[in-house]
């Protein structure tokens, strides 16, 4: 085979699955487009690197076959589980609690209350303790590499590997910019009472699926 084309479908390869990794629809993807509709495109998005970062983690694991770090959170499943419920849980609930837009949390004098431009470092951290707390992202990501395997090797060099997994991350990265940009397409024909509305509403969300994933775990633990 063409030794241009092998890189080429290595790159696409990897930018495919890093969309398809990052693309369901999720507390993660809510947390970002709520994030853009409130504070901005940029805001969100960057929230959207903390979970992009989160699938660089596990790229890495899966592209280079870190088979200890692989084991080691299989083996931790119930408690990320957990966090992940609590992180959830913890989030949604201070979402609905806080649902009214910046454009009116305002003090008397007219200047902006302090927090009312999103606590970003939080959102970074928070969209990355999600996804590196789910085991079955690193799951996806296996499966896909090892699917991919079966057309290109990618592990025939480091630097083959390292490319591909790059290009993975970059695919998650893609993803982020492209919800972030149409979601900001439609900030400013939002009213602010429909987007006080939508928080509220994207705040159970998230928290519901919390308690979702928080008594699945223990399901688990107590039944199976």
């Known amino acids: 085979m063409n030794e241009g084309l092998d890189w080429l479908t290595l790159i696409a390869g990897g930018l495919i699955i ?3 990794a990052a693309a369901p629809l999720g507390p993660v993807n809510l947390i970002c487009i709520r994030r853009t509709l409130s504070y901005g495109q940029l805001n969100g998005f960057l929230a959207g690197m903390g979970a992009a970062m989160g699938d660089a983690v596990f790229a890495f694991i899966a592209g280079f076959g870190v088979k200890w770090l692989f084991d080691a959170i299989e083996n931790m499943q119930l408690v990320l589980q957990l966090i992940c419920a609590t992180i959830l849980i913890a989030y949604g609930w201070r979402v609905f609690m806080h649902a009214t837009p910046p ?13 009312s431009v999103g606590d970003l470092a939080a959102a970074v951290v928070s969209t990355f303790a999600l996804t590196v707390t789910n085991p079955a992202t690193l799951v ?4 896909f590499f090892a699917a991919f395997r079966e057309v290109v090797d990618y592990q025939s060099s480091y630097p083959a590997t390292l490319i591909f997994v790059l290009a993975a991350v ?20 939002i009213s602010t009472d429909t987007l006080r509305r939508m ?26």
């Open 18 to 20: 890093g969309v398809i």
């Open 103 to 115: 454009e009116i949390m305002r003090n008397p004098d007219g200047s902006i209350q302090r927090g």
């Open 140 to 143: 996806g990501f296996v499966t």
């Open 170 to 189: 970059g695919g998650s990265i893609l993803w982020w910019a492209m919800v972030t940009a149409i979601a900001g397409t439609f900030r400013k024909s």
């Open 199 to 224: 928080n509220m509403a994207s705040g159970l969300l998230i928290a519901a699926t919390g308690a979702v994933l928080l008594g699945y775990a223990i399901w688990n633990r107590v039944f199976a």
